[in-house]
């Protein structure tokens, strides 16, 4: 009838157990991989005149404990305010809902625009003037209904259209791929010539320097050509949709685990926010690899003009960039744990623009790459 006794031994083991038998810390120190790459004691139980004895082996993993690059990164909203709504205006005195994922389009000419995706509204046009400021903000494409949402869009190569995806809120039925016209004297108005491609969840849309676009599914990215009027050919489809893994591989082979949002760089290589990591797609290469891991639920990236990335990490409520050609990672903004970010939209190396999590506002963020601290 008497409660068992438990203990534990080791040279220094740098952890035991307590009363009740859980194992506890005793000397944290110990827990140092340059020192002890694995930590051994035995664990012994005794009972009235019975002892069981076993022995216990942590592995430790090495970690870079090298500080993060902290860029310093002035933000400001940009337009919306905190009385949501679908009203059109500048400034404050344009309404949104739930801004999510956008596009910046910047011809060579002014003014510029910016699409962000409104998900209770529609499609949100905002012109912006050369010296930044906003102008206006209109409806583009009104969803008239909480049945289905626009997610994200993109010109098209020649910038005569605006290629969409929107996705049903109900049972996850009825996904298709959409086309919006610019410059035909119907803007605004929806032309559904993907509509014959039924899609799983689709999310992020973007486009490459042939004017082929990519669309992300849960697990899959499809692949299309665009033709007259925005006609769509299925050219390929990567990753499995009944596997739920990041492994690296062929295109053939290799897996996504939760895709959200995909870009394209000018040489055609393809990135991919997968969840907790952002991969990279090389076509040309036959290849799927993974250019930088250790981030929480990435909703968003944008890719710069030099070619690096905008990751919304949302699960660590931060704003991040990753160096392509070195994987490092540095913080651009982390102050966002109220409201975890969840759209990019660039602009320049400098300039982009963000959607934040129950925000109904957009926000303007300017990177000074001059007072980078704990820089590498």
């Known amino acids: 009838g008497a409660s068992p006794v438990f203990g534990m031994t080791g040279t220094p083991p740098g952890f035991g157990v307590n009363g009740s038998g859980q194992f506890v810390v005793t000397n944290a120190s110990v827990f140092d991989y340059e020192t002890n790459s694995t930590l051994s004691g035995v664990y012994i139980v005794t009972s009235q005149s019975e002892q069981k004895a076993a022995t216990i082996t942590i592995t430790l993993a090495d970690v870079d404990e090298t500080p993060e690059a902290v860029i310093p990164t002035t933000y400001n909203e940009f337009a919306g305010s905190s009385t949501g709504g679908c009203d059109d205006g500048s400034g404050d005195n344009t309404r949104f809902t739930s801004p999510y994922f956008g596009y910046a389009h910047v011809p060579d000419g002014f003014p510029w625009s910016l699409y962000v995706s409104d998900l209770a509204c529609g499609v949100r046009k905002i012109d912006v003037t050369a010296d930044g400021s906003q102008t206006s903000t209109t409806m583009f494409a009104n969803s008239n209904s909480r049945d289905w949402e626009y997610t994200d869009m993109v010109y098209s190569a020649d910038a005569s259209y605006l290629v969409m995806v929107y996705r049903g809120t109900g049972n996850g039925n009825g996904y298709v791929l959409s086309v919006t016209w610019v410059d035909n004297g ?5 032309i559904n010539n993907f509509s014959s491609f039924s899609l799983s969840s689709p999310e992020g849309i973007a486009r490459d ?39 690296d591989g062929t295109l053939a082979t290799a897996t996504f685990t939760r895709i959200r949002d995909v870009q394209v760089n000018a040489e055609g290589v393809i990135y991919v926010a997968d969840l907790h990591s952002v991969r990279k797609v090389d076509e040309a290469a036959n290849t799927v690899s993974t250019v930088a891991s250790g981030f929480d639920d990435i909703r968003a990236i944008g890719l710069l003009p030099n070619g690096n990335i ?38 320049s190396n400098e300039e982009f623009y963000f959607t934040r999590y129950g925000q109904p506002k957009l926000y303007k963020a300017i990177i000074d790459e001059g007072g980078c601290n704990v820089c590498r």
């Not at 119907?186 to 929806?190: F, K, P, R, V």
Request: net charge neutral.
């Open 186 to 190: 119907n803007n605004g108005s929806l």
């Open 209 to 247: 320097a042939n004017g082929n676009i990519y669309v992300t599914e849960t697990r899959t990215i499809r692949k299309f050509s665009v033709g007259t009027f925005g006609l769509g050919t299925l050219l390929a489809t990567y990753g499995d949709a009944g596997n739920a893994s990041s492994t």
């Open 310 to 347: 905008i990751v919304a990490d949302h699960g660590n409520s931060k704003i991040r960039r990753i160096d392509v050609s070195t994987g490092e990672v540095s913080t651009l903004i982390q102050d966002l744990a109220d409201s975890p970010p969840t759209g990019i939209m660039v602009k």
